[in-house]
């Protein structure tokens, strides 16, 4: 028996780690693409193989997602270029350990509410601005341990 990803906080925990990362196949009957999860490349051609009873050949192309942490910046919304809407700061990162390193000190600052790290992109409507950064354009203050 199977454990259900819904009902096992364990399985959640472990799955939320690792790395989502989309493959195009090309098969007899044309290319597909296929979302997985591993812990890296390796392991997601693996998994792929395994799955879709493919050789490793069969995969024409595999990508790493990115992982964006989304927060509120209190500070820069309702005035400026954010007159009148929120200002919401999103960083993407490549790895879970960048993601959690810009959580923690995102939590130390008293601008920045509703912190949350995420695997699909962030989407906001009109009365949102948002401000993208990655991980490595960010300062030493994002970034420490």
């Known amino acids: 028996m199977q454990a259900n990803p819904k009902t096992c906080k364990f399985f959640n925990l472990k799955f939320l780690k690792m790395i989502k990362y989309i493959a195009k196949l090309k098969h007899d009957k044309g290319n597909t693409f ?19 009873l493919c050789p490793d050949s069969a995969i024409v192309k595999l990508e790493k997602l990115p992982i964006y942490v989304t927060m509120t910046d ?13 200002n919401k700061f999103i960083v993407v990162c490549d790895s879970w350990k960048d993601a959690e390193t810009i959580e923690r000190n995102a939590k130390k600052r008293s601008e920045m509410k509703y912190i949350n790290i995420c695997m699909k992109k962030p989407r906001y409507g009109k009365n949102v601005l948002e401000s993208w950064k990655t991980f490595d354009e960010l300062g030493e203050i994002w970034k420490q341990k």
């Open 34 to 52: 296929i979302y997985v999860y591993a812990n890296n490349e390796q392991d997601a051609r693996e998994e792929i193989c395994r799955l879709e």
């Open 74 to 86: 209190k500070f820069f919304s309702g005035w400026g270029m954010a007159e009148r809407k929120t």
